[in-house]
């Protein structure tokens, strides 16, 4: 399994925009869809936004489209999640995760995730 670490969590004032980055050891970048997920307080953990290994495919949850933006260097081993227009709801910890899987539209549906990062939190004030 891969180690996945998160950064760029911290406060942000509504309407703002801070970008979260995942960087990934101890695998082959390539050989995963990437995606991030969040768990606000008293809630379950809820899917955001993922890649696919090439970066052809992106998939996102209706409550972050069109505000968030995925993406992914192969270079750097790491995902990034560009949040705009933030919203006060968007308070969450954010966390990585990694899923061993082809290079298909199926794959950002994040099923199976085989690896989590620790998270990073993320605060949006009204």
């Known amino acids: 399994q891969v180690q996945l670490g998160e950064s760029g969590g911290g406060l942000a004032q509504a309407g703002g925009s801070l970008r979260l980055s995942c960087v990934v050891s101890g695998g082959s970048f390539s050989a995963y869809t990437m995606g991030w997920f969040r768990q606000a307080p008293g809630k379950e953990r809820e899917f955001v936004a993922a890649i696919s290994r090439s970066g052809g495919y992106t998939g996102y949850a209706g409550s972050v489209k069109d505000r968030f933006i995925i993406s992914r260097d192969s270079a750097k081993n790491t995902v990034l999640l560009q949040m705009n227009s933030l919203k006060p709801e968007d308070t969450a910890v954010y966390y990585c995760?990694?899923?061993?899987?082809?290079?298909?539209?199926?794959?950002?549906?994040?099923?199976?995730?085989?690896?989590w990062g620790k998270g990073t939190l993320v605060t949006v004030s009204s």
């Open positions: 995760a990694a899923k061993l899987a082809p290079d298909t539209w199926e794959s950002v549906s994040m099923a199976g995730v085989n690896s």
